[in-house]
């Protein structure tokens, strides 16, 4: 994390690592207590949150593509389309059930709140 965080070069490092699954690579990004309130799930902790990507990422390959980026060195907004790809059924899907195979899209208005250079607050509202 060599980019001033907060900045446009910063968050695509975390988009980066996150979308190539580097969980040490984007739990970089994470304050030990960071609150995460997304739609799917809600956790504080960074080991929580990663523990929960890799379920996800156990059953189904995610993709995040930046739409539109705003950013501070204590908050940043973004634009996310998120694409998933089940590699087997899962029922009880914390969004609905999805079967293996299936492609799902999504647009998602996604705040974070920075402190000492880590995400400490991430809160996220699905917009189609």
């Not at 900045?7 to 995460?36: I, K, M, T």
């Not at 990507?53 to 995610?62: H, I, S």
């Not at 899907?93 to 000492?116: C, K, N, Q």
Request: proline letters at 5%; glycine letters at 8%.
């Amino acid at each position: 994390m060599s980019a001033e965080p907060g900045s446009p070069s910063w968050f695509a490092a975390y988009l980066a690592a996150f979308n190539s699954a580097d969980f040490d690579g984007f739990g970089a990004f994470y304050d030990d207590r960071v609150e995460f309130l997304g739609r799917a799930f809600q956790a504080v902790g960074k080991d929580a949150v990663l523990e929960f990507y890799r379920k996800v990422r156990a059953r189904l390959d995610e993709r995040v593509e930046l739409l539109s980026f705003v950013g501070s060195p204590t908050i940043c907004a973004a634009e996310i389309s998120t694409t998933l790809r089940a590699h087997e059924d899962w029922p009880d899907f914390p969004t609905g059930p999805l079967l293996a195979g299936v492609v799902r899209h999504s647009t998602a208005f996604v705040f974070y709140d920075i402190a000492g250079g880590r995400f400490t607050r991430i809160r996220s509202c699905r917009v189609q």
